[in-house]
């Protein structure tokens, strides 16, 4: 069905047709000039944004659209999980270009609705358009904690053990599976991907899961990290932030850096270097924190959460030491989208 | 200088420099994963988000790059109004084309922050990219109220009065002469458009205000609306939309309908009808509301508020009444871009 048939308002009444807010927070949804909320008074509200447009931050080619939805949500989850807080709430944005039918937009929304149950979170409002140029995402998302659970990325002390949740680098890798089968495909009718063995990549690339149960887990155990950030843009990245905004250098063992085995299987038949690829690789959506050192039992009892190196004096500077022994400075290598441009 | 150089980090540093917050509720604005805010314990939290694309929204052949900073902004602010609240913080999302320099961007910028400053708005986050497509703004909005004042569009009851601030139709005018001016100018160099005169019309197309100033003449008269909106899309649109959600109909009276003169000159110049210019025009942001009858000499005291019909029971249905004393119904006539794409 054509979008015009049904129009902005008609769009967005099927759209958000049965949504059901579930946090205590929400008082009142999709439908108004505003969304309204009401947080406890112990807690403090936290808001993250992403923008994602085609072509830039995800290909249609291979990227479907229920998965693109749920990842869009996923993404921003991921950033209040990165503040050690929960999220509740989002508004959704989208650019529709007249390619798309109602079907289309009801697949990209069955994901984002989606990733909201799975993660108990409230979808509130949104702006709905045409867009004359592709497809447009942007997804705002309200979360809460108590003002003595956030955690800042400036937190991170001298001897501090840096920790990072899951493995790196396999949305990486399966990002570049999904390139090389596209190309592969080109000019091909009925062109059968072979993604046998490399389904945990391809999720990883086209899933990605924030780690609201490391969050859980973290309260549970009673850590409190000094210093937090997700894993977007790669590693070496995101430690770099960490210890800029902290006034740190730091140290991460080559050896101890959590790659898992479908990832190494891919980097090696690329022949693409497996360490580059979880260092700079990005769109991991794991944790990356640090917590003092008499955590070091507790942090290591958590399934999932692995140390791989401390923080240090800033003189120190922030390098990987690799299996050898030597020492390689980590470099901010990660995905800049501002410095691709292609217009 | 070109984007490039700075990236992503380097770009967001340079915007973002020497932000101040002013309000309270803003803890930690730019700078981590998400800000964090915390609202006292007798607010509610509103929050809206507008996404705006070029050649949708805007046309950057005549609108300037600090004029669209400031209205994309504003019409989040107005947003925020219509819910009788204030605005507090935003959060801002561009999505870049390499045609724009970092100037471009500083120019875009220095209208949001002007808007921000003018409201006392604290802009807090938000997603920079690139665009392979043209630019793209996502404005969120974060503000509060207290519950007792916040106003939904549900609440008009048969009897009470429809209220509108300002005047219509202006700037639905103020696009129609910028627009013709465009085709006027079309492969002419050095050619200087003729707004002598329309600058009020210009203006209230470039730079709308939301009306904050009647949020608060409203609580010093002690009026709580029964409903409200803000005039987005045209007067037409939103009254059907008030008494689509409160179960109503209504009567409006044509000659009450408040139209400035040169709104009325630039209609009458381009033969158009100006009481369709202001029923449908849209894009006013002023603020559109119901209050009951008993507060007409109150609410007929607020300077720029005028009384301009009234609700009925919704057998009646929704009507203008004209000069002559005839009936044409309502209709959504607005801008619908769903309907218009062209892709």
């Known amino acids: ?13 099927r759209l958000t047709e049965g949504l059901k807010n579930v946090n205590p927070s929400t008082l009142r949804g999709v439908g108004d000039d505003a969304a309204v909320m009401h947080y406890d008074d112990d807690r403090d509200v936290l808001v993250t944004t992403d923008l994602l447009l085609e072509n830039v931050h995800f290909d249609l080619t291979y990227v479907p659209l229920k998965h693109l939805g749920y990842k869009a949500a996923a993404v921003n989850f991921s950033d209040i999980c990165a503040m050690n807080g929960r999220p509740r709430q989002i508004t959704v944005s989208l650019g529709i270009s007249a390619r798309f039918t109602v079907e289309h937009i009801d697949e990209l929304y069955s994901g984002i609705r989606l990733a909201c149950e799975r993660y108990g979170v409230d979808l509130v409002g949104g702006d709905t358009c045409a867009s004359h140029q592709g497809l447009v995402i942007s997804i705002t998302c309200l979360g809460d904690a108590r003002r003595s659970d956030i955690v800042y990325r400036n937190g991170a002390r001298p001897t501090d053990l840096i920790c990072v949740t899951g493995d790196l680098g396999a949305a990486y890798m399966g990002l570049q599976l999904l390139e090389r089968e596209k190309v592969a495909s080109a000019g091909q009718k009925d062109f059968q991907p072979d993604f046998a063995g490399k389904e945990y990549i391809i999720e990883r690339q086209l899933k990605p899961e924030p780690r609201t149960d490391i969050v859980e887990a ?24 960490i210890c800029k905004q902290s006034n740190t250098g730091c140290r991460v063992m080559e050896d101890r850096i959590p790659i898992d085995f479908q990832t190494a299987v891919m980097a090696e038949e690329l022949n693409m270097n497996l360490v580059t690829a979880a260092l700079n690789g990005g769109e991991d959506y794991e944790l990356l924190f640090t917590v003092p050192l008499t955590d070091h039992d507790r942090v290591s009892a958590i399934p999932g959460v692995k140390v791989i190196g401390y923080i240090t ?8 030491v690799t299996r050898d022994g030597g020492e390689i400075p980590l470099r901010a290598q990660g995905w800049n989208p501002l410095a691709e441009q292609g217009e």
């Open 218 to 241: 973290l309260a549970a155990a009673g850590i409190h990290p000094t210093a937090m950030i997700d894993v977007s843009d790669g590693l070496s990245s995101e430690l770099l932030h």
């Open 313 to 320: 004096e800033p003189s120190e500077g922030c390098a990987m």
């Open 1 to 13: 069905m054509e979008i015009s048939k049904l129009g902005e308002f008609g769009l967005i009444d």
